[in-house]
Structures are given as C-alpha cells and as structure tokens.
C-alpha cells in the first residue's frame, strides 16, 4: 500500500456535506444561509475556533494513535475505548491526587494497557486486531456506564458521573477571548502528531516497522525484535487515545460521564484515512471533522429547527462513511514488477 | 500424421521488452499425456494462458483440431473444450462438493436435491467416490485436488491443462491422480501436465517438451528421451561458457552448522559451511529450499534438529523477493537502510539516510528515477539488485541465498557473481541455493543435489549434476 495523500476522499467530503445541506433545505433552511451559520459556527470568530480547536484536540490525539498502528500494520479502531478508559483514569487520578499531571499519565497508561491487550493477543495469538479491539470499545462503554452508577460515582450518589475535579486538577489553559479558551492538550496533540511522524519516518524501530506491515519476514530478518515491538507501538497509540480521554475530561468536561466519547474514536479513523496516514495531514483532517461538529452546534442554536441535532451526526456519519469509501476505493496495493 | 487437439504453431510473446515466448511448437494430441516442463519464468504459465484465451500471441497461432482458431476470451476456451485444474485450488471451501460443482457451469436452478443429483452423476462419471453433501473445507488435500478435475472435466471435453498438480499431494494421493489421468487419456483426453518435477514427467507422460527461458528446448515422445536429456534441456546446452574459477576451497572457521536439521519440506540435514567456502545447493524449484535458508537465517523456527550461525554480520537474499526482499509502499533509499549492517544510526535524518544508501544503489546500479520513489515502482531486475545492495554492501561474513540473480541481465548476473566470490575469497562463507546450474557451477566449491529436502553431495562438474538429477528422478519415478 502507498499512503500518499489523496484528493478524492477530500473532495468526496465535500460533496457529502454539499448534499447533506441540500438535506436541510427540504426543511426550509437555504443551503447558503446553512453554510454561512455552519462555517460561522466553526470558524467565524475567535469563539467559534476555540470550540472547534477543543473538539478537535481528542480528535488529533485518536487519529495520531490510529494513524501510527496503521501505519505499522495495525489496525486499531479501538481509539473509542481507549479514550473511554483514558477519561474515567484521568477523572480518577485528577480526584485522587488533586493535580492534573496524574490525571494525564493515568489516561495515558489506562489506555496504553487497553491497547496493550490486543496487540498481545495478535503477537502471541494471532486474534485479528480489528476485531479484539472492536469488541474491547463496547466492553469500554459498558465499563464506563457501570463505574459512573457505582464504585466512581460523584458523592451525592445523584448523577451518573464522576466526581467533579478539584480546579487544581484543571489542564492549564490559554485564554483565546473573553468565552474561549484552549488548554494544554492541543500542543499535547500536535507534538504527538509531530512526534509520530518522525518516529516513523526518521527513527530505525519506525523504519523497521513499516517495513514489517507488509513484509514480516524481512523486519526479522534484518534482527529486529517485530513482535515486541509491534506490542510497544499499539500501546503507544493507545496512550494517546487514552490522553485523548484524559485531556477532554481534565481540560473541559471537568468529569466523566456517558457523554465522552460518543464516536470520537471513530471519527478519528476517518480522518487518520482522509489524511492518507500523512501525520502532516492529521491537523488539517482532525480541523475538518470538528469543524462539522461544532459548525452543525451552532447551526442548531441559530435556527432552532425541529430534528436539527440529529443533523449534526446525520453529516458527520455521511462524512465519515464517505471518506471511508473513498479512501478505500483509492488505496493502492502493491503494483507487480 | 494425426491432427492435434491443441497446437500452439510457431508462438511468441513479449512483455515490454522481455520475450516470454520465442517460435514455441507443442501439440497435444488426443489420447496423450504430455508434459510440459521449465523452470520459474521458462514460458510455461504465458502458454497455458494463451490456450484459456487469457493471453493471445503476438506472432504465430494456436490450432483445434489443424484448423487455426484465435482463442480470445475465457468464454471461447470454454466453448472450445479446454479445462484448466490450477495450482491453488479454486474451490469455496465453505460450500458443499455439490455446490462446488454447480458452481462450475451456469446454473439453472438453485433446487438442492436436483443439484445434489447433477453432482453426483458428475462425480460417478469422473470415478469420484465423495458425499456431495460434504464440506469441501473437511476433505484432504488429494480429494480436493480430484474434485478439481471432476470441476474441469465439465468444461474439458478436448483438453485437460493440470498446472503441477502434484505440489501439494502426499506420493499416494500423486499415485491415485496419475491412474486417474491414465483413465482420462484412454478416454481420448488431450491432457498437459504443466510441471518442473521431472521424475512426474517420466512417469506418464507420452510426449515431453521442455521450455528454456521461453524456447523450447526439448520435444520428443517419452520412448526416444532419457532422465539426463531432460536434465540437460531444463538447465542450458552442454556447450555453455566453462565457468570461471571456482574460489579456493575454505580453511576458515566453520561459520554455519547444522546437525538434524529438519522441516516440513527438508531434512534431516547435516551440514558445515566454512568462512571462504562456497556451498551450493542445486536443483529443480520447491525442493525446500526456501524453507531450509529461511531456517538457516533464522527467520523461521526448526521443528527439529539445531543450526547454529556465526555471529556477526549477515545477508539473507530471500528467493521470494515479494514476501521477505522488499517493502513495496516504502522508499528505495528506505529498503536499502533496512538491514543494520548497512545502516546502524537508531535516528536520523533524511540526508543521513541518503548518504548511506545512494553508493550503495550506485554500485549495484539502481535505475531509478529518484532513491525516494517506491520500491514497487522498479522493474523486477532492479528490485532484486535493491535486495542486494542492502544484503551485500555490508560485508556480511555469512551469505544465504536463493536464485539471486533470478531476474537479472547478463551484465548484472556477472556483477552479483563477482561480488559474492570477493565475499568468499575475503573469508565469508557462502551458502547459495540456486536452480541455475551455470550459476552453481560457477561458483561452488562444495556442490549438492538438493531433491526432494534432502542433500546429494556431488562432484562441481555438468555432468556429475545432470547425471545425479537423472539418477534421482528416475528412481523416485519407480518407487512413487
């Protein structure tokens, strides 16, 4: 497989949201005046690019993880669970400790053990990945959904969720206008992205494992220790899905709850596959996809229409399933000699 | 003289600028069975091809029959009678025999109980003792391989292709099949076995042609040639160049060692390579091997026996340069910095990568248009030559190789040649698996028959090679 970067997922992208705003002019809405609001909504102000700039920094950090297995040959759609796992060791530690440091490194590890789990599985085993780590998203939501109602839940015993981090537990934050701010994990996630790249394009252990996607035989061969260190860079993509989790709940949702998440991970496989598995293009794919998110939330608080906020998803699957196909149709496997 | 089923008359073909297929003549008559054999790249697969009307020549004609008729598409080779059992079988494992079978020929109704009847009169006929109901995925590898031909004999009314259709049979289900072609051919069936297992060959073929780097070679009935004909015709004319000079025998230290050494393919094995040494291991392809050296590299674990390596630097130039020579998607310059011998630094920059590779593709002359392009995008003889100057540029003191220059010009052949008697004669120890028996005899100092996974010592000579395949081959044709 080649991972140049391809226009035709982008332009398909394009078009779907094209058409999913001719959608909603069946409600009524023109498709110029949608467009305004959704782009307005996603970047007219400096507002808006602080919303769109917080929902896109978990949304890097998955796609960075993603994008780094692929790129080694695994693949990893666990992203979702991982960032599950991540948010409720973060909301954890942050309680515990009462410092956002622990909080971060308790995502991170919570999630690189997550990970850790099937890349032992197919090293030792043989279990496809895609399927071990499918299946571990679910036993995620369903871990998170039982610790919010019992043993984590905030001390009232009222609301499913965590207890609310102390503010010393609170990422440090950069005030962008008087409503926006970003916190520590956007630079977090654009060194991890700039950190990917270069370990898979400048180091040996990155060179050796993309050698090792496709030709296994030959990574070992050139005495490289492949299943170890295929262990090691799925658990490191886990960790960064895992402070994915961690950064969204220390950095804006202040606790866990059953709203983290919600498909994060999965929209961060689009966009790792809209960025070609390019890390240079991981931030412009990561923008786009928030962008949506928190362009379709202003366009529902503009316009009030009826069934508006299932519109924001209805756009964001089309997006996605859009991009993956795409993608797919455009990969190209090896040419013969 | 007796039209044939199937002629090919005069037949060439080229790919770009390599000739596959030079003035090739085979006829196969009904009532035949003739063996086509050659080696890897000898021409065999394109001709097949061109009787299925999925290749077409470029000069010459195949004949039905006497009668020149173009065979452009599957659909005619059909309608004309021609059948093909493939290598790999083509059967859904997850499907019935039944299904299988129906799945053969159009079909007209998906009504199981007249499917199942169809089935089994197929399978009658074909001599074929199986439950339609079962699971194709449950039957072992010789009935699989039957059902194939029961398959192909719905299509096959004149001729019957079979492409080595004893690679994967134990030597009774390989017996079985043979009786079974034996019957198909007192039927009035053209049948050609498609092979590079000579002993096959002898067995119960009729009419033998042998294909030489897309000429042939050798054509004549099975009576009027002998075991080391063949030989000679697979492996080049008695009359080519003598070979250079064999590198002085080694009194190094012993670099590999094997002691019982055994796989599925190979063993048990006994051998001592020596730094400056050359041991070759010759013979026909998917005598084990590829197994034996990726066993021997280390790539692959031994079921049984030990093999110890010298440590210190080594190349492996895998003879199946796809699956463990190269990474495709990745970058020439990347491919060559692989193997730590070449290229140590844990981190590094992309000039840093570049300094260490470019000499390297300029010594073994890399035509490329840039050392970033992807290495998919190279032709196969310059792929082969990225493999080598990652594996040989490192002055490695142990050598493994399959068929190293298999691709390769004259010119290149020549270059790898003398890079690996420089190694020897600067105390490495070689150990190189080749079909070439040029090759072989060009640079051994040791020699070894490899036949069927197990090592044959023999004297460096044409003779004493051709002589000992023959001999092998002729007795694994009686006792089989």
Redesign the interface.
């Known amino acids: 497989m080649s991972f140049q970067i391809r226009w035709r997922p982008w332009v398909v992208a394009a078009g779907a949201i094209a058409l999913a705003l001719l959608l909603l002019a069946l409600q009524g809405l023109p498709p110029l005046r949608a467009a305004q609001l959704l782009i307005g909504g996603a970047m007219g102000d400096r507002d808006a690019w602080s919303t769109t700039a917080r929902v896109a920094t978990p949304l890097l950090l998955c796609a960075a993880g993603v994008a780094l297995a692929f790129r080694c040959g695994l693949w990893n759609i666990g992203a979702e669970g991982q960032l599950l796992v991540g948010g409720l060791a973060a909301a954890w530690a942050g309680s515990a400790s009462g410092h956002w440091l622990p909080a971060l490194l308790a995502g991170a590890l919570a999630g690189a053990i997550w990970a850790a789990v099937p890349a032992l599985l197919r090293v030792r085993r043989g279990v496809p990945e895609v399927l071990s780590t499918l299946m571990l998203n679910s036993i995620a939501l369903e871990l998170l959904r039982w610790l919010v109602t019992g043993p984590l839940q905030e001390p009232t015993h009222q609301f499913p969720q965590t207890a609310t981090l102390p503010t010393t537990a609170w990422l440090p934050e950069f005030t962008l206008s008087r409503t926006g701010a970003l916190h520590l994990g956007l630079p977090l996630a654009l060194l991890a992205t700039a950190g990917g790249g270069l370990f898979l394009a400048r180091t040996r252990a990155g060179l050796l494992l993309r050698a090792g996607a496709e030709a296994p035989l030959l990574a070992k061969a050139c005495a490289f220790p492949l299943d170890r260190a295929r262990v090691v860079v799925f658990s490191v993509a886990g960790a960064l899905a895992g402070l994915a989790g961690a950064s969204d709940v220390a950095g804006v949702a202040r606790a866990a709850d059953r709203s983290l998440a919600q498909g994060l991970g999965y929209a961060a496989v689009a966009a790792a596959l809209l960025a070609g598995l390019r890390f240079a293009w991981l931030a412009p794919a990561a923008l786009l996809f928030a962008a949506l998110q928190s362009g379709t939330a202003a366009l529902q608080w503009a316009e009030n229409l009826p069934g508006v906020d299932r519109f924001g998803l209805l756009l964001q699957g089309v997006a996605i399933v859009a991009v993956l196909v795409a993608a797919g149709g455009t990969r190209r496997v090896g040419t013969p000699p | 003289m007796t039209n044939a089923a199937l002629a090919f008359v005069g037949v060439g073909k080229r790919f770009g600028t390599r000739t596959v297929l030079e003035q090739v003549d085979v006829e196969l008559r009904a009532g035949e069975i003739h063996a086509l054999l050659g080696e890897n790249g000898a021409g065999k697969t394109t001709l097949v091809r061109m009787a299925l009307g999925l290749v077409s020549p470029d000069v010459g004609e195949v004949q039905i029959d006497g009668v020149a008729t173009p065979i452009p598409t599957p659909a005619v080779a059909r309608a004309l009678g021609i059948g093909m059992v493939h290598q790999h079988f083509a059967l859904a494992e997850g499907l019935t025999v039944a299904e299988n079978l129906r799945l053969a020929d159009a079909p007209r109704t998906w009504r199981r109980r007249s499917f199942e009847a169809t089935a089994r009169a197929k399978l009658q006929s074909a001599g074929l003792e199986v439950d339609p109901a079962a699971r194709v995925g449950d039957l072992p590898v010789g009935m699989r391989q039957r059902l194939e031909i029961a398959k192909a004999l719905a299509q096959a009314r004149r001729v019957l292709l079979l492409d080595e259709p004893t690679a994967l049979l134990t030597p009774g289900e390989a017996t079985r099949l043979f009786v079974e072609l034996e019957e198909l051919r007192s039927r009035g069936l053209a049948i050609a076995l498609i092979t590079h297992r000579l002993e096959d060959a002898l067995r119960v073929a009729q009419r033998i042609t042998v294909l030489r780097q897309g000429r042939v070679t050798l054509a004549g009935a099975r009576a009027s040639v002998d075991a080391a004909d063949v030989t000679r015709a697979l492996f080049g004319g008695a009359a080519a160049a003598v070979p250079d000079a064999v590198p002085s025998s080694g009194a190094g230290p012993v670099r590999i060692t094997c002691r019982g050494l055994a796989g599925e393919r190979f063993g048990p094995i006994d051998l001592e390579v020596r730094g400056g040494e050359a041991v070759v291991l010759t013979g026909v392809d998917g005598q084990g091997q590829a197994e034996l050296l990726?066993t021997i590299?280390?790539?692959?674990r031994a079921p049984r026996g030990r093999c110890e390596v010298a440590a210190g630097p080594r190349a492996?130039v895998?003879g199946d340069?796809?699956?463990?020579?190269?990474?495709?998607?990745?970058s020439i310059a990347?491919?060559v910095?692989?193997?730590?011998a070449t290229?140590?630094?844990?981190?590094?920059?992309?000039s840093q990568l570049l300094e260490a590779a470019a000499p390297r593709l300029a010594r073994f002359d890399v035509r490329a248009e840039s050392p970033w392009q992807?290495a998919?995008?190279?032709?196969?003889g310059n792929?082969q030559k990225v493999v080598l100057a990652r594996e040989l540029a490192g002055a490695p003191q142990v050598l493994l190789a399959e068929n190293p220059t298999r691709?390769l010009d004259l010119q290149a052949t020549a270059f790898v040649h003398a890079q690996l008697r420089t190694a020897v004669e600067s105390g490495a120890a070689l150990l190189l698996a080749t079909t070439d028996l040029d090759e072989a005899l060009a640079l051994a100092t040791r020699l070894f028959v490899l036949f069927r996974g197990e090592l044959h010592e023999c004297a460096v000579s044409r003779d004493a090679v051709a002589e000992r395949l023959a001999s092998l081959a002729a007795a694994a044709a009686q006792t089989a």
């Open positions: 990726e590299a280390g790539v692959v492996f895998s340069r796809r699956r463990h020579g190269l990474a495709l998607s990745l990347e491919n910095a692989l193997a730590p290229f140590a630094r844990q981190w590094f920059t992309r992807p998919a995008e190279l032709s196969g792929q691709g």
